[in-house]
C-alpha cells in the first residue's frame, strides 16, 4: 500500500497569513492526488484533484502543486471559516489512502 | 443538486451483519462510480469500497474484503453496502460518495454518512 504523510499535523496561523501543507507519498503517484477539507461535524469536501485543479466552486485562495512524491496545498490568505481539518488522498494504487490530516485553527 | 442519503447504520453485535443504502439524486446515477469511505471516531478517513458505473467492476480494502460486499441499483439510482463479519474495529461513520464517471478515486461528492457502531 502507498503510504502519505502530511506535515504539520496541526498549525495555528493569523487571519490573513499564508498556510502550507505538504504532502508526502511513499511512491511516485503521478499527480493522482487530491485534497479535501473536514469541518468539525461535516462531512468532507473536495478542494484539489490531480494535485493542482481547483475544484468547482472553490475559492481561489486555495491551491495545489506538487509532483512525483511531493506535494504541497496553500491557503494564501487564511479566513475564518477555513477552520479544519485538511487530508491529502492518493488513488494512484489500490487501496487509495489518505493522509492523517492537519488541523488548522486561528492564532 | 447532487444529494447523498446514507441509511441503515446502527449499532451490531461483533459477527453480525447490516446492510448500508445510500440514495443518490440530481445526476445520472448509472454514468458514475461510487464508493464508500469510512471514519473511525476522531480518526481519519478511510477508502472501504468502489465500484463502476455499470456495477460489473468492484473494489475492496483488504481490511474488509470478503466481508463486505459493494453493490448498485441503477434504477433505483441506490448503492449498497452490505457488512458481514463485523468487527470492533469497523465501528465508524460511513460516507457514500460519487466519483468520476468512468473511475473510482476523486471523491467529488459525499454524503453525510451513516454511523455504524459495532460493540456486545
Known amino acids: 500500500d502507498i503510504q502519505m504523510t502530511q506535515s504539520p499535523s496541526s498549525l495555528s496561523a493569523s487571519v490573513g497569513d499564508r498556510v502550507t501543507i505538504t504532502c508526502q507519498a511513499s511512491?511516485?503517484?503521478?499527480?493522482?492526488l487530491n485534497w479535501y477539507q473536514q469541518k468539525p461535524g461535516r462531512a468532507p469536501k473536495l478542494l484539489i484533484y490531480?494535485?493542482?485543479n481547483l475544484e468547482t466552486g472553490v475559492p481561489s485562495r486555495f491551491s495545489g502543486t506538487g509532483s512525483g512524491t511531493d506535494y504541497t496545498f496553500t491557503i494564501t490568505s487564511l479566513q475564518p471559516e477555513d477552520i479544519a481539518t485538511y487530508f491529502c488522498?492518493?488513488?494512484?494504487?489500490?487501496?487509495?489512502?489518505f493522509g492523517p490530516g492537519t488541523t488548522v485553527d486561528i492564532k | 443538486e447532487v444529494q447523498l442519503l446514507e441509511s441503515g447504520g446502527g449499532l451490531v453485535s461483533p459477527g453480525g451483519s447490516l446492510r448500508l443504502s445510500c440514495a443518490a439524486s440530481g445526476f445520472t446515477f448509472s454514468t458514475y462510480a461510487m464508493s464508500w469511505v469510512r471514519q473511525a471516531p476522531g480518526k481519519g478517513l478511510e477508502w472501504v469500497s468502489g465500484?463502476?458505473?455499470?456495477?460489473?467492476?468492484?473494489y475492496y480494502a483488504d481490511s474488509v474484503k470478503g466481508r463486505f460486499t459493494i453493490s448498485r441499483d441503477n434504477s433505483k439510482n441506490t448503492l449498497y453496502l452490505q457488512m458481514n463479519s463485523l468487527r470492533a474495529e469497523d465501528t465508524a461513520l460511513f460516507y457514500c460518495t460519487k466519483d468520476q464517471r468512468y473511475s473510482i478515486g476523486v471523491h467529488f461528492h459525499w454524503g453525510q454518512g451513516t454511523l455504524v457502531t459495532v460493540s456486545s
Open positions: 465500484i463502476s458505473g455499470d456495477g460489473g467492476s468492484t
Open positions: 490531480d494535485a493542482s
Open positions: 511512491q511516485d503517484i503521478y499527480n493522482y
Open positions: 488522498q492518493q488513488y494512484h494504487s489500490l487501496p487509495f489512502t
